[in-house]
């Protein structure tokens, strides 16, 4: 849970700077993006095998299962930064 609390904290840095700035040079699609890599690779997410002590719901076996776990992931790191 403590990565989670982290993770929200990048993301509510990105956004106090994108505001600063004004326009930041990166979408909120790319910052999802880079949450979701992050996740991804941490935690195994998705794999067959377990990463960094976590299990994926259902772990995808298939790579178009792993495919559609990936883009499930990106849809609520896309929720989690907020898209107006």
Known sequence: MAEQGNLMNVVEE???KEKENGSSGRSRDEVALEMMKFIAVTTGY???GSGAGFTGKGA??????YAESLL?????????????
Not at 60 to 65: D, G
Not at 72 to 84: P, S, T, W, Y
């Open 14 to 16: 990105k956004k106090d």
């Open 46 to 48: 998705g794999r067959g």
């Open 60 to 65: 995808a076996k298939t790579p178009e299962e």
């Open 72 to 84: 499930q992931l990106f849809e609520r790191c896309r929720n989690a930064v907020g898209r107006d």
